[in-house]
């Protein structure tokens, strides 16, 4: 079975542009999580989707948003971009009580 | 979500056994012990998951006593590369996969 998919792999954006990821959950995993990796805060959860709702949030502010498709794929989107928000981007995905299944991230760059 | 508590890093050498513990005082009847290993710019990779007693896979095992009030990962017989971060989660798997990560424990083994 094919793992986690994230796309871009890499990013680089200034401050104020928006910017969209993209993820690719395991094949018949229903259920994507997002979370922000930085050195100074550590793994943060940003949101969780299920079946196309938002069934977790995180303590993100608005700018950090997410959607996930009837194919279970999920996108985050973050606008208005700032310098703080230059992290590791990663996406998981889960199926009932497994675990969950991080795919390689995406590192996003801000100037 | 319980918090989790666990050793901020370790050290050992090629071909011991390491065992990680982690605490979870406040653990919550209907959550589940999750460990993830992470090496650098990746996605952290699922270890091993359990409820109770005793779990056991191919790559490790893992000890939750009968109060569930702490949880250690036993890694058998470690190699260099399993030079990582090794995260301890706790949380209701049944309501989605959020997670709050810890700082983690880093293991170095040494040669």
């Known amino acids: 079975k094919a793992g986690v998919t994230q796309t871009p792999r890499y990013l680089i954006k200034t401050r104020g542009q928006q910017v969209t990821l993209s993820c690719s959950p395991i094949s018949g995993h229903r259920s994507v999580s997002w979370y922000q990796q930085t050195p100074g805060q550590g793994l943060q959860f940003l949101f969780e989707?299920?079946?196309?709702?938002?069934?977790n949030k995180g303590n993100f502010p608005g700018r950090f948003s997410g959607r996930q498709f009837s194919n279970s794929r999920s996108e985050m989107n973050v606008s208005t971009l700032e310098l703080g928000d230059s992290a590791l981007y990663l996406c998981a995905s889960s199926y009932g009580t497994s675990g969950a299944f991080f795919g390689p991230g995406t590192r996003l760059t801000v100037l | 979500l319980a918090k989790t508590t666990q050793p901020i890093s370790m050290d050992s050498y090629e071909g011991q056994e390491v065992n990680i513990t982690c605490s979870h005082n406040?653990?919550?009847?209907?959550?589940?012990i999750t460990w993830y290993q992470q090496f650098p710019s990746q996605g952290p990779r699922f270890i091993i998951q359990g409820y109770k007693t005793k779990v056991t896979n191919e790559v490790a095992s893992l000890f939750i006593p009968a109060d569930r009030k702490s949880s250690t990962l036993s890694l058998p017989r470690v190699s260099l590369s399993d030079t990582a971060v090794y995260y301890c989660l706790v949380g209701d798997i049944d309501y989605g996969q959020n997670f709050v990560f810890g700082p983690g424990t880093r293991l170095s083994v040494l040669p």
């Open positions: 989707y299920f079946s196309e709702t938002q069934r």
């Open positions: 406040n653990i919550a009847t209907n959550d589940y």
